[in-house]
T-cell receptor, first 113, second 115 residues
Framework: AQSVTQLGSHVSVSEGALVLLRCNYS??????LFWYVQYPNQGLQLLLK??????LVKGINGFEAEFKKSETSFHLTKPSAHMSDAAEYFC???????????FGSGTRLSIRP | EPEVTQTPSHQVTQMGQEVILRCVPI?????FYWYRQILGQKVEFLVS????????KSEIFDDQFSVERPDGSNFTLKIRSTKLEDSAMYFC?????????????FGQGTRLTVV
């Protein structure tokens, strides 16, 4: 079985500051890991994915995430926050390329001017 | 760029009525999913569909729910007798699921309001 835990339901950072959103996963098989972003009243958009290639994954909008098997983590980072980054971010895991994707509870990112 | 489309974007229905939510997945994708998101809560898996049959379903997906791929392009979710607690955003997703193409592509969602 797979699951993800997102630490912090709400994170607030200043514009230009580092963004760090935490995600820990649990999986009985090598996982596929994803970060999705949801802007207000919109659907889910893929930011980046880990599929057992490089452990440091670069995504859209300047985001990246590092897969750390020893820590069972897949934290999302961005060096410098922009006001447009304000959204809900979901970490997700899948046990295979075909099985369901399980979402974390989400982290709402707010950006202070 | 190919995308998953869902209709309608918003549906209001009376309790006890049947609703059908419609989705057109990306054309060459093989796996299809329905998820729901109650306002302010997490995205919950409902059902996955492959090769014209349900491959997995959650506890939420009880006898009131059904899915169908009637014509090879549409993928529908039917709720037979809606309850107030069915009010949520429903997302359809599709997935190619070969090689490294493992991500699911989501539609914009249908907001279902049961009154």
């Amino acid at each position: 079985a797979q699951s993800v835990t997102q630490l912090g339901s709400h994170v607030s950072v200043s514009e230009g500051a580092l963004v760090l959103l935490r995600c820990n996963y649990s999986s009985s098989v090598p996982p596929y890991l994803f970060w999705y972003v949801q802007y207000p009243n919109q659907g889910l958009q893929l930011l980046l994915k880990y599929t057992s290639a490089a452990t440091l994954v670069k995504g859209i909008n300047g985001f990246e995430a590092e897969f750390k098997k020893s820590e069972t983590s897949f934290h999302l980072t961005k060096p410098s926050a922009h006001m447009s980054d304000a959204a809900e971010y979901f970490c997700a895991v899948s046990g295979s390329s075909a099985s369901k994707i399980i979402f974390g509870s989400g982290t709402r990112l707010s950006i202070r001017p | 760029e190919p995308e998953v489309t869902q209709t309608p974007s918003h549906q209001v229905t009376q309790m006890g009525q049947e609703v059908i939510l419609r989705c057109v997945p990306i054309s060459n994708h093989l796996y299809f999913y329905w998820y729901r998101q109650i306002l302010g809560q997490k995205v919950e898996f409902l059902v996955s569909f492959y090769n014209n049959e349900i491959s997995e379903k959650s506890e939420i997906f009880d006898d009131q729910f059904s899915v169908e791929r009637p014509d090879g392009s549409n993928f529908t979710l039917k709720i037979r007798s809606t309850k107030l607690e069915d009010s949520a955003m429903y997302f359809c997703a599709s997935r190619l699921a070969t090689g490294s193409n493992t991500e699911a592509f989501f539609g914009q969602g249908t907001r279902l309001t049961v009154v």
